[in-house]
């Protein structure tokens, strides 16, 4: 018997898709999932005449692989990855390798990463992003974990990744333990804020500018054909489009936006780490305050704010919306940038920051010509402590600036919510200038709590405290 290149347990969706992506770069799978009947089904359906097999049992799976085996896990994060783990376990030899493909914790992944190398076993976890259609088109794949691994699955998970620039894949090895999960994190917490920023201009075009969804799929039409071209942008323009009996599909749809826990988990890290990820933990928070619907409406009956009127020139405050939006991205990646940076030193990992967005460049969600210009920045200063400091960034700073502070105070005084734009110029405020007012801040913790503080005329790293009642 032929034995398969590499197994995959779990076909669901995803897992099917990457199943025939793989064997379509010319590799034999084995599959297995704990419903015998979805395997049955996909046999006789998708995989039928192809180099796909099924297994009975996960020791009849391990018995039909090649050595060192590759075992890719495509089950919920969890639980549920842990129990299969110790289920695959006595079948296995010394040096045979686990995927898992999954949204998991980056804890998990090292801990899981190291339980198995102590049995003589290796392990990858591994981001996969670009949901169906990337899984079987190529999606972006962002492994970590046991080096030792890699030098078995480069080949296959390259040759299914997406391609950007002349062929290159949109894959390649992060970093140990845990390093793989923790930047497929980042990326959803990105992707949190790109979609936040996004609805927050489409809210002012409706409710404030009072645009046609016609018009709205227009403007978002322009926009992808220039520096806002991304998958999110180009999915936006085609829901504005979408139309049920003569109406636009989305008002239909209610406003409560659900979430998978990635995005708290980005700002849970940050937290810990203390990194500034303000507009991302904004759009978090957004999803939570949609989850209150009825509360909202019962709101809305009691509570009363300004009634939008918009007086001026729309076509030139469309143009704003955009650079406003444009310098909002810029800040959304700059947080998620120091916040791997921060993770990098505390981790001991030896990230590569601008081969982390020519892996989003392609296959991922949020996708976008916007990433080359941050893999540039990071090639030319591989140590750039924030993307606002590199000369284009800076550059479209100052040129969208004025538009920026336009459009968010103008949505203020309108009573437009935009939690996620006013977040990242408040950010972007703060990076700017050499004081805050946390000295301030610094005397009332030493009043209350004698946590005493630093002084401007003395060396760093000297604290003072004062008794504050004796003067």
Not at 44 to 66: C, H, Q, R
Not at 247 to 265: H, S
Request: charged share 25%.
């Amino acid at each position: 018997m032929e034995l398969a290149n590499i197994a995959l347990i779990g076909v669901g969706v995803m897992g099917g898709n990457l199943v025939l992506n793989i064997e379509s770069k010319n590799y034999s799978v084995v599959v297995f999932d704990k419903d015998s009947s979805k395997v049955e089904k996909y046999l006789n359906e998708k995989a039928t005449g192809k180099k796909i097999s099924g297994a009975k049992s996960l020791k009849d799976l391990v018995e039909k692989l090649e050595l060192p085996r590759k075992i890719f896990m495509m089950v919920p994060a969890g639980k549920a990855v842990d129990e299969l783990i110790d289920e695959l376990i006595p079948y296995l030899d010394k040096g045979d390798i686990l995927i898992d493909g999954g949204n998991s914790h980056f804890p998990d992944t090292t801990r899981r990463t190291r339980y198995l190398e102590e049995k003589g076993f290796l392990y990858i976890g591994t981001g996969v992003s670009g949901g169906e259609e990337g899984a079987l088109k190529g999606p972006s794949i962002m492994p970590g974990g046991s080096f030792k691994a890699w030098e078995f699955v480069k080949p296959i998970f390259q040759s299914i990744s997406a391609k950007v620039d002349g062929n290159i894949p949109c894959c390649e090895w992060v970093g140990e333990n845990g390093a793989g999960h923790f930047v497929k994190m980042v990326h959803n917490g990105i992707e949190y804020g790109d979609m936040q920023l996004i609805c927050e201009a489409y809210q002012i075009m409706k409710d404030l500018l009072g645009l046609s969804y016609e018009e709205m799929y227009e403007t978002f039409k322009e926009w992808n054909e220039g520096e806002l071209q991304s998958y999110l942008i180009e999915i936006t323009r085609d829901i504005l489009n979408t139309n049920e009996n003569g109406e636009p599909l989305v008002e239909k749809i209610l406003d409560t936006a659900g979430q998978k826990g990635t995005g708290k988990w980005t700002v849970l890290a940050a937290l810990d780490s203390g990194a500034p990820l303000t507009l991302i933990s904004e759009s978090v928070f957004a999803r939570a305050l949609s989850a209150l619907k009825d509360e909202r409406v019962e709101a809305s009956k009691i509570l009363s704010g300004p009634k939008p009127k918009f007086e001026g020139d729309k076509k030139q405050f469309i143009n704003d919306i955009g650079k406003a939006l444009y310098a909002s991205k810029i800040i959304s990646y700059a947080q998620g940038y120091i916040l791997m940076r921060y993770a990098a030193n505390e981790y001991y990992w030896n990230l590569n920051y601008g081969g982390i967005a020519l892996m989003w460049r392609g296959g991922c969600i949020i996708r976008s010509v916007f990433l080359g210009k941050i893999k540039e920045a990071f090639d030319k200063n591989p140590n750039l402590t924030n993307l606002l400091l590199d000369p284009f960034f800076k550059e479209k700073m100052e040129s969208s600036q004025q538009a920026w502070r336009r459009v968010v105070t103008t949505a203020i005084n309108n009573g437009i919510w935009v939690p996620a734009l006013s977040s990242a110029l408040t950010y972007f405020d703060g990076y700017r200038n050499a004081r805050l007012p946390a000295n301030l801040l610094q005397a009332q913790r030493d009043y209350f709590g004698a946590h005493t503080y630093e002084r401007t005329d003395k060396p760093r790293g000297e604290f003072y405290h004062t008794n504050w009642l004796d003067n």
